[in-house]
């Protein structure tokens, strides 16, 4: 995936990564005997959607204040992301966040002459 994404972007996928793990960690107070979390990633032409399911009730997001050293992950996410948020999907919590990609630059130039070519 590094070969086809900027790497200012796969520096942010990576970043929400660990926050959407860490959140479903931390908040979700999981039973590692019992509980489990699935990351998925779901990568298209024009977008990256990131995504944890976890067993916890869905929970509202607070505003931090400024002296909080923890609880920034999902202020976090939507600074970084384009789109996220957090649903309740049957008996599981589904926290996610999606990332247009740019179009590469060498898919426009070859459109450009191609249709120089035709003319």
């Known amino acids: 995936m590094h070969e086809v994404l900027p790497q200012p972007l796969l ?17 979700g107070h999981l039973d590692p005997a019992r509980d489990m979390i699935i990351f998925e990633l779901d990568a ?10 976890d ?3 869905a929970f509202r997001p607070r505003q931090p204040t400024r002296r909080e050293e923890q609880g920034l992950g999902l202020v976090i996410i939507e ?18 966040a999606s990332f247009s990609v740019p179009a590469p630059q060498d898919v426009e130039l070859h459109v450009e002459a191609s ?3 035709s003319s």
Do not use: C, K, N
Request: proline fraction near 2%; charged fraction near 30%; hydrophobic fraction near 45%.
């Open 79 to 96: 600074r970084v992301a384009d789109r996220w948020g957090i649903e309740r999907v049957g008996h599981v919590t589904r926290t996610w």
């Open 115 to 117: 249709e120089r070519s």
């Open 11 to 27: 520096r942010d996928l990576l970043l929400v990564a660990d926050e959407l793990v860490t959140q479903a960690l931390l908040v």
């Open 44 to 53: 298209g032409r024009f977008d990256v959607t990131l995504a944890v399911e």
């Open 55 to 57: 067993p916890t009730d």
